[in-house]
Structure formats: structure tokens, C-alpha cells
């Protein structure tokens, strides 16, 4: 069964006049929210709806109605886009019968309020008028403000949303068929904030700039909360020197920390707030005292020590084995290290000629 | 210790080329790494990538123009003590750097102390295993360099997984742990006295007597001329692939590649140096001859598999010309005055290092590869001389 219904209201025959009585009448009674006639019950809901959308885009919904039918769907675009306030957004998917055993979905990023448009396109194998198509948001099902069209083929079903506040937000699905239902569905979000992915190392007394960011979004206000374990504190509410919020850019928020210590440790929520909800990201810390790098420091410096002496080590070994008769002065350590070097170039004293290689 | 009269070519020689690779790896891997830090530097301190990357500048200006302090006090004291001073000193100056609460103090530890650190350990080093080579010197100095190219793949991995777990500060702490081992190489620099040293004197006597000995001087200019056009393809290659159309990525994999044909350059050119007979000046002029004409190709090839085997054998050819250029040295003065002459040898092509990068910034992209062929050719004519 297909659903045939005008898009937002009653179907009106499609004569002239009655095109414009109507016209006249809805403008009458746009400050009511009222409609001339209302043969479906589910219209209040719409209707308020649209009367919270027609503050701001007013011309398009009784242009629509009014349309014929089943004009074809771009047309219907068109004239949304000129005469709305509140941008349009159209997403479509597609799917085939092959694709059964996979859900399709698609991720829409809405920041400010807009009119969204779902678009569903469905090839099945067989008879297009058997299929059943319903609309669903999360789990309840949606009656009415759906389109349903078939064109060479293919079904087409459009599902239009204005989007005012986080009510509208979440996922809608459209279903073709009753049996081996094939579902797409639009997850309508909030942006996302992106915090840091690596935690932030730093070390007692010193101080640290927490950053989250957003891409292509401005958010309307930045709230950060901090805490050890589940509690989330709001950080900045009484104001002090430890906490500094600040951000150079709309898209982006800076927590500045002085004076680190231990306690100081943990993941921060960076919290954005838009219009339609609300988004955030998240920052690990870690606070380090410095005996932890200096430990490893120690470690290295006394294998180099090790290594020194054991090269001087054995060099003099290698030096007494061959030379059995200058033990005692000229081979103490300590200052032997000078004074073995410039004995070969510029001290006076007696010099040895002997026939054997050195180091050898 | 007794005076040879020649070098031993072997023996205790191995154990300098090991001190010298890791050196020449300790001194240039870390400096060549040190861009893992300057991003750090730049979120801590919130300077200008242009600022923080003057720490590295610095260093590199105080290693070369102190080479020549660095071999007077080894051809007075001796290469050990010059090269153990010297890693203490780096050691010290990283040391400092990680208590830095501003990017002044990074100029002056890592920059200046660290630098002059540097100054102390690579010359003396290389002039000394010189001396402990003469017939397989070429090969010696080959290997001892390729630390150069494998630290520079080992370290920056290293640095970013230190600065991953113990941030910059906690990060220096240990590059400066790492550079203690300098210590260690000076240690193995065993002092070799040869039948010359009496006759050529202190380090004063040596250095006047450089100045006035002529191949020396053209050599200086020949070498100064060549480093002038050294840097110049590194700098701009990336953005010579960029301007026609290559990804970032594999622009990068191209400089690898550069990188390992570098490496494979300087032991086959080390190991060349040596198998062939008669002076070793005629293969240095092979190789800068063949550098020049690869470069002036440059902007003629336009296909990536051109580009590929270009950057292949220009990576090969001047990795092999550096192993020839330092063996050159001791045939031209003579293992006695080896420090003092690579010390003015470095302080004076590092003009030309200087001037090289800004110069062909100048220029617009074919001017550059021209420029670069003219500085190796230039430097070849020198070595004709």
C-alpha cells in the first residue's frame, strides 16, 4: 500500500481558484496556526510545527500544499530553498536489493537549526506497488510528512524535518517492504569536539594549556568540567589564578592549569553547547614528578661511567702487558688520562722506541 | 708511546671507525632529529616555528666555526681529552635546556653549549682516524659516516616516542643521558703518534704554515664552493616534487630514498677510494662532475620514474664525494697537521653552507638546480688545480 499524501497538510484539487481561496485563507489564519481543512487527524502535531518553522519560512509550506500532488520532487526543492529563512539540507540514500544484510546509514552533522530533507531511494526486484514504506524516529513511527514517488523504477520516498532544537535531533529510519524490510538511516548529530588523543604529559609545578577545538562549527558557549573518578566538577566557577579559560577562536577553547600537582590528574570534559544539543571532548592529563625521567638519567650516566672505565681499563692492561717495565707513575689513573695523551706529542721526557705495534 | 712511521690501517684503527660512527651519529642524528622537538617547543613557548628553529642554526653555526678551536686543543692535548671535554659539554647543555622557561635559554644551552659541545668531538674525531689510516683511509672514513644516515632513521622515531612519554622537558633529560656517550667514544680515541708530529710543531706553528700553502687554500675554496651547492637540493627538492603535483607523502618516501642511496654512496665510494690507485682528488672531481650534471638535469625530467632515478643517483653520488673530499685532506697537508687543517677547512665551507641556502632561495626554481651545478662544477675546477 502506498501512502499518497500531500507534503504538510490537506490534498486540494487542483483548480485555480481553490489554489488561491486557500492561499488567502492560510495567511488569515497563520497567527492561529490554523488549517482550512484537516481530513487527517495527525495534523496538530504538524501543524504546530509548522507554525514554530512558518515564523521563518512562511511562503513555502502553502506554495506546497497547494502545488499539485505530485509534481515531481525537484521541483518542491526548489521552491523551499528560495523562499526559506532556515537553510535546506537534502540527503539522500540509495539502496538495492543486494545490499539486504547491510544497514545503511548515514551520519548528518547539523549545527544550526535547518529544514533537513531524508531522501530514501529503494531499486527492488520486483512489482514497485507491493512494497510497503514507513518512516520511523528511533522507534516510534512516524505518520504523515512523508513523500512517496515511483519513477522508472525506483522509489523514492522524502521525509522532511525542521530541525529547531534537540527534540528533532536523533535517527530516522526509512523502511521499504514488509517482510525483508530494507532499512537506511539518517543519524542527525551535533558536531564533534575534538579533544587531544594522546594524554597530555607534564610535570609538578609546571603549568599546562588544555585545548579542544572544533572543526567547521562555532559553538555558542564552552563549559569545561574536571574530576578524579565519575564526579564532574565545573571548572572556572568561582574564579582563581590556578584556572584560566580563554580561546582565541569562536571554534575553539583554551584551559589553561598553573601550579600542577598530583591531584590535578585525570580526563577533562571540554562541554559545547549549540542550538540543537550539546557535544564534547575530552583531554588526559598526567602529571609526572621529575624523579621519573631522572631515574632513567642516572641509569644511562652510570653506564657510561662503567663504559669509560672499562675502555681506559683496558687500555692500560693492554699497555702494561707490553711495556712490563714502566709500571707505577706514568700509569696511575686519574691524571693519567692527560698526561698519557701529551706524552706521545710534546712531552720532553725520554721517548721509547720499541719495533712492536701498538694496540694491536 | 712509540712514533710510527706510518699509520697502522688497522688494529685499534677498527675501534675508531666504531667511535667515529657513533659520533658522527650522536652529533648530526641529533641535530638532524631535532624537528620532532621544535613542534613541542613551538605549543610551550607559543613562538613562530621560524624562532624555535634558530636553536638548531645556532648549534650548527657554533659546531663549524668552533671546529678550529676544537682541533688546536687536540693537536695539543690530544684527541681524547678534546672529545670527552666535548661530550660533557653537550651533555651539560641538553641537561640545562630541559629546566628552560623561555626560548633564549634553549638558544643558549642547546645552541651555544651544546654547540660548542659538537665543536669539540666531531673534527678532532675524523682527523684522528686519518691518521690511524692511510691505505684504506677512504673505506674507514665511509663507514664511520654512515652513522650519520642510519641515526638519522633511528633517532626521530626515538624522540617522538620520548616526547610521547616523558614530554620535552623529561625528553632533553635523557637526549642528554644518550649524548653522555660521547664520553665513551673519546674514550676509545687512542692517541697514535707518528714519525711527523715533532717536525710540524704546535697548533699555531700548524696553522700558519696551512695558510700559506697554496692546494691547501685552493682546496679550502674548491670544498667551500661544493658545500655551498650541498644543502641546496635537500631544501628544495620537496617543494620541487610539490610543484609538480607529487603528494606530501610520497615527496617524503623520495627523501628516504635520497637518504639510503646516500648511505650506500659513501661505503661504496669509501670502499672505491682505496681499491683504486693514485690520488684519491681524481675520484673526488668524478664525483662532483657527476652531481652537477645530475642536478643541472633536474628540471628537465618531468616523470616520476625520471625523478626517481635522478634523486637515486644524486643521493649516491654525494654521499660518495663527502668520504673522498675528508680522505683528500691528509694526502694534500699530511696526517701531522690533520687537525688543525680539517678544523679551517670546516670553519670555512661552513660560509659557504651558510650563504648556499638563502642564495638559491632567491633564484626561481631552474636557477636553483643551475646554481647548485655550478657551485659542484666550480669545485671540481678547484680540485683540477
Given at each position: 500500500m502506498r501512502a499518497l499524501q500531500g507534503l504538510r497538510g490537506p490534498r486540494a484539487p487542483s483548480l485555480p481558484l481553490l489554489l488561491l481561496c486557500f492561499l488567502a485563507a492560510l495567511r488569515r489564519s497563520l497567527e492561529h496556526g490554523l488549517s482550512t481543512a484537516a481530513p487527517f487527524t495527525s495534523l496538530p502535531v504538524q501543524e504546530e510545527m509548522m507554525t514554530k518553522s512558518s515564523n521563518l519560512s512562511l511562503e513555502s509550506h502553502s506554495i506546497s500544499m497547494t502545488a499539485a500532488p505530485f509534481t515531481s520532487l525537484p521541483v518542491q526543492e526548489e521552491m523551499m530553498t528560495k523562499s526559506s529563512n532556515l537553510s535546506l539540507e537534502s540527503h539522500s540514500i540509495s539502496m538495492t536489493v543486494?545490499?539486504?544484510?547491510m544497514p545503511v546509514e548515514k551520519n548528518i552533522t547539523l549545527e544550526r537549526p535547518s529544514n533537513v530533507e531524508l531522501i530514501c531511494q529503494f531499486t527492488p526486484s520486483?512489482?514497485?506497488?507491493?512494497v510497503n514504506v514507513t518512516w520511523k524516529k528511533g522507534d516510534k513511527l512516524l505518520e504523515g510528512n512523508y513523500l512517496v514517488n515511483a519513477t522508472g523504477g525506483i522509489l523514492y520516498t522524502q521525509h522532511r524535518v525542521a530541525v529547531i532544537n534537540s527534540k528533532q535531533m536523533g535517527s530516522y529510519s526509512c523502511f521499504f517492504g514488509e517482510k525483508k524490510q530494507q532499512r537506511g538511516t539518517f543519524n542527525l548529530k551535533v558536531p564533534e569536539i575534538n579533544g587531544q588523543n594522546k594524554p597530555l604529559i607534564t610535570y609538578l609545578g609546571d603549568s599546562v594549556v588544555l585545548m579542544c577545538k572544533c572543526q567547521d562549527c562555532l559553538p555558542l558557549n564552552w563549559t569545561w568540567y574536571g574530576g578524579n573518578g565519575s564526579v564532574q566538577v565545573p571548572i572556572g566557577?568561582?574564579?582563581?589564578?590556578?584556572y584560566v579559560i580563554s580561546g582565541k577562536h569562536a571554534n575553539e577553547t583554551r584551559l589553561k592549569i598553573t601550579q600542577l600537582s598530583e591531584d590535578d590528574q585525570g580526563t577533562y570534559l571540554c562541554h559545547a553547547i549549540f542550538e540543537l544539543g550539546e557535544s564534547e571532548g575530552h583531554v588526559k592529563l598526567v602529571v609526572l614528578s621529575y624523579l621519573v625521567p631522572l631515574k632513567v638519567f642516572c641509569a644511562i650516566a652510570a653506564e657510561v661511567v662503567l663504559l669509560v672505565a672499562a675502555i681506559l681499563l683496558f687500555e692500560m692492561y693492554t699497555q702494561k702487558k707490553k711495556k712490563p717495565?714502566?709500571?707505577?707513575?706514568?700509569?696511575?689513573?686519574?691524571?693519567?688520562?692527560k698526561l698519557d695523551d701529551s706524552n706521545g706529542i710534546e712531552n720532553s721526557g725520554p721517548r721509547h722506541r720499541k719495533n712492536e705495534s701498538v694496540g694491536q | 708511546m712509540a712514533y710510527r712511521a706510518e699509520p697502522p690501517d688497522g688494529g685499534w684503527g677498527w675501534m675508531v671507525v666504531l667511535s667515529a660512527f657513533f659520533q658522527s651519529a650522536l652529533v648530526f642524528g641529533v641535530l638532524r632529529s631535532f624537528g620532532v622537538f621544535f613542534v613541542e617547543f613551538v605549543a610551550a613557548f607559543e613562538e613562530p616555528a621560524a624562532r624555535v628553529s634558530w636553536i638548531a642554526s645556532i648549534g650548527i653555526a657554533v659546531q663549524q666555526f668552533g671546529s678550529p678551536v676544537g682541533s688546536a686543543l687536540s693537536t695539543k692535548f690530544g684527541p681524547r681529552p678534546a672529545v670527552m671535554t666535548g661530550g660533557i659539554l653537550t651533555a651539560l647543555g641538553m641537561l640545562l635546556a630541559s629546566f628552560a622557561t623561555s626560548l633564549t635559554h634553549l638558544y643558549l644551552s642547546i645552541g651555544l653549549l651544546s654547540g660548542s659541545g659538537w665543536a669539540l668531538t666531531f673534527t678532532p674525531t675524523l682527523a684522528c682516524l686519518s691518521r690511524y689510516f692511510s691505505r684504506r683511509r677512504s673505506l674507514a672514513m665511509g663507514l664511520a659516516l654512515t652513522g650519520v644516515g642510519l641515526s638519522s632513521f633511528a633517532f626521530a622515531p626515538l624522540f617522538q616516542w620520548l616526547l610521547n612519554h616523558y614530554a620535552w622537558r623529561g625528553a632533553l633529560l635523557l637526549v642528554s643521558a644518550l649524548s653522555l656517550h660521547l664520553v665513551a667514544c673519546g674514550a676509545l680515541l687512542r692517541p697514535l703518534s707518528l714519525a711527523e708530529d715533532p717536525v710540524v710543531g704546535g697548533p699555531g706553528a700548524q696553522i700558519t704554515s696551512l695558510l700559506r700553502h697554496g692546494p691547501f687554500l685552493r682546496y679550502t675554496v674548491a670544498l667551500t664552493l661544493i658545500n655551498t651547492g650541498y644543502f641546496i637540493p635537500y631544501v628544495h627538492l620537496v617543494a620541487h616534487l610539490r610543484d609538480l603535483g607529487w603528494d606530501p607523502l610520497p615527496a617524503a618516501f623520495l627523501l628516504s630514498v635520497a637518504a639510503i642511496s646516500d648511505l650506500v654512496g659513501r661505503v661504496a665510494s669509501g670502499w672505491l677510494g682505496d681499491a683504486?690507485?693514485?690520488?684519491v682528488a681524481r675520484l673526488l672531481m668524478l664525483w662532483t662532475t657527476l652531481t652537477g650534471v645530475i642536478l643541472a638535469l633536474y628540471p628537465v625530467a618531468e616523470a616520476p620514474t625520471g625523478l626517481v632515478a635522478l634523486t637515486m643517483a644524486y643521493g649516491f653520488t654525494s654521499g660518495a664525494l663527502t668520504p673522498v673530499a675528508f680522505s683528500v685532506l691528509p694526502e694534500l697537508v699530511?696526517?701531522?697537521k690533520i687537525y688543525c687543517g680539517l678544523g679551517l677547512v670546516q670553519m670555512v665551507e661552513s660560509i659557504g653552507g651558510l650563504l648556499g641556502a638563502p642564495l638559491s632561495g632567491k633564484g626561481n626554481k631552474i636557477s636553483r638546480w643551475a646554481m647548485a651545478a655550478v657551485f659542484y662544477h666550480g669545485g671540481c675546477r678547484g680540485e683540477l688545480i
Open positions: 543486494e545490499h539486504s544484510n520486483g512489482d514497485l506497488n507491493s566557577v568561582p574564579v582563581n589564578d590556578k717495565s714502566d709500571d707505577g707513575k706514568e700509569f696511575e689513573q686519574g691524571e693519567q688520562l | 683504486v690507485p693514485g690520488p699530511g696526517t701531522g
